[in-house]
């Protein structure tokens, strides 16, 4: 089970929502992570509409790529922060390992995988990786 949501504080009109939840890295976190980011999503909606129900869409789709790869490539607990900007929303998952992610070669007829990294790149404004000795943060900027 994910830690309880720390939130600065309840939003009201006009003010940005932020979110950190933590997570000790079992499969189902994946779900959390993801139902995580939705309520998130439900609070910012109240204060800044997205533009598009596409934007909505791509950030849960983000949110469930990272935890996924979080659960399969850094075994052991992730934390998922998610913040509004001025022109969209910020996203960092932090996890244990400290091998930066990297494009995998797409196998359509079997093998799974090789897709996440070309996905996340094609959803998000910018992308970068941050690396220290207790892993890395992985920060993605999506449109609201």
Not at 36 to 47: G, I, K, N, P, S
Not at 48 to 62: F, G, I, K, N, S
Request: charged letters at 25%; aromatic letters at 8%; proline letters at 10%.
């Amino acid at each position: 089970m994910a830690t309880e949501p720390r939130w600065n504080k309840t939003p009201t009109p006009g003010e940005i929502p932020e979110r950190i939840t933590r997570f000790p890295g079992e499969l189902h976190n994946v779900t959390d992570a993801r139902l995580d980011a939705e309520r998130f999503l439900e609070d910012l909606a109240e204060v800044t509409p997205p533009a598009t129900q596409e934007h909505w869409d791509d950030v849960l789709l983000v949110v469930t790529e990272l935890a996924a790869n979080a659960i399969q490539y850094a075994p052991g607990p992730f934390e998922l922060r998610m913040r509004r900007t001025f022109d969209g929303v910020h996203v960092v998952m932090h996890d244990t390992s400290t091998v930066p992610p990297a494009p995998r070669p797409f196998h359509p007829d079997g093998g799974g995988g090789g897709v996440g990294w070309h996905l996340l790149h094609a959803l998000c404004d910018q992308i970068s990786v941050a690396t220290d000795d207790s892993g890395k943060d992985i920060h993605l900027f999506l449109p609201w």
